[in-house]
C-alpha cells in the first residue's frame, strides 16, 4: 500500500518541491498551507487544506480529518516556516519575533504533537523537521529565525527519543539558503540591513559554500524522500544539512 505523506507548507517552495518528489515515488500526499493561492494550484491527485500550522485547534482537526480519511499517517514533514523580521538585535520587535517562533517552532512542535498518537498506535512512522542551518551557526540579524530553526532540532531530538521505542523515527534537515522567491526576500532585507546590494548578499552566501552555489528546492526533496524510505531506517535522531558544505556562515558581514 502506499505511503501517506502529510507536508506543512507544501504549496509553494520546499514544501511543494517534497510534495511532488513523494508523489513521484507513488506516495499519497497531502498538504497544508495558508495560501489559498498555492494551494489551488497544487498538482491533481494531491490533496489540500488550508491549516495556520500555529494554530492548535486547526493543527488537531486537520490531523484527525488525515485519520479518518487515510486511517494512519506514515510520514510528517513539520515544514511550515517564515523567514521573520530581519534586523539588529537592538531593534528586533518583541512582535515580530513572537510570531517567528510561533509558525517555525510550535507550528513543527503542533504536527509532531498530533501525528503522534497515529504513529504511536501503528508503531512506526517518520517525522521529518525542516530546520536550517541558522539553527547549527546563527544567523546575524535574523535572531528570532535562528533562535526557532536552533530550538526545532532540540525538539527533534526529543521526539526521537521519545517515539524510538514506537517504531518511530525522526530527523531535521537542515537546508542552506534555497533558490526561490523566499531566498530572494531575504536577500533584500539583509542588503538593506547591511548596506550592501541585493547581488552581493547573493553572491556572498554562494561563496560562503565548499561548492559555491545556493541549493535548489529539489535537493531538500530528494533528502526528505530518502530519511522516509526504508533505506534510512537506522537513521534517527540526526541533523543532516543539504547546503553545499557552509565554509563561511555570514559572509560579508
Not at 66 to 94: F, H, Q, R, S
Not at 125 to 138: D, P, R
Not at 186 to 200: L, Q
Request: charged share 20%; aromatic share 8%.
Amino acid at each position: 500500500m502506499s505511503r501517506r505523506v502529510v507536508i506543512t507548507a507544501g504549496a509553494a517552495g520546499i514544501g511543494c518541491a517534497m510534495a511532488e518528489a513523494f508523489a513521484e515515488t507513488g506516495a499519497r500526499v497531502w498538504v497544508t498551507d495558508v495560501d489559498d493561492a498555492a494551494l489551488a494550484s497544487v498538482p491533481e491527485g494531491t490533496r489540500a487544506s488550508h491549516v495556520d500550522a500555529s494554530n492548535e485547534h486547526a493543527m488537531a482537526t486537520f490531523l484527525n480529518e488525515v485519520k479518518d480519511v487515510w486511517g494512519g499517517l506514515d510520514v510528517l514533514c513539520a515544514n511550515a516556516g517564515i523567514k521573520g523580521p530581519t534586523a539588529a538585535l537592538e531593534a528586533m520587535p518583541l512582535d515580530g519575533w513572537r510570531e517567528c517562533l510561533a509558525v517555525n517552532l510550535d507550528g513543527a512542535f503542533l504536527a509532531a504533537k498530533h501525528a503522534a498518537p497515529m504513529m504511536k498506535a501503528q508503531r512506526s512512522g517518520v517525522i521529518l523537521f525542516t530546520s536550517s542551518t541558522a539553527g547549527l551557526y546563527g544567523f546575524p540579524y535574523r535572531a528570532p529565525y535562528a533562535a526557532a530553526k536552533w530550538a526545532v532540532i532540540g525538539l527533534m531530538k526529543t521526539v526521537a527519543m521519545e517515539l524510538g521505542p514506537f517504531g518511530v523515527r525522526a530527523n531535521a534537515i537542515a537546508p542552506g539558503s534555497v533558490t526561490g522567491p523566499r531566498i530572494d526576500r531575504v536577500f533584500e532585507a539583509e542588503a538593506a540591513a547591511k548596506g550592501m546590494t541585493y547581488e552581493e548578499v547573493r553572491d556572498g552566501y554562494a561563496a560562503g559554500t565548499a561548492l559555491g552555489r545556493l541549493v535548489d528546492p529539489e535537493d531538500i526533496a530528494s533528502m526528505a524522500v530518502f530519511l522516509a524510505s526504508d533505506a534510512a531506517r537506522m537513521v534517527s535522531g540526526q541533523v543532516i544539512t543539504v547546503d553545499g558544505f557552509t565554509i563561511n556562515p555570514d559572509p560579508k558581514v
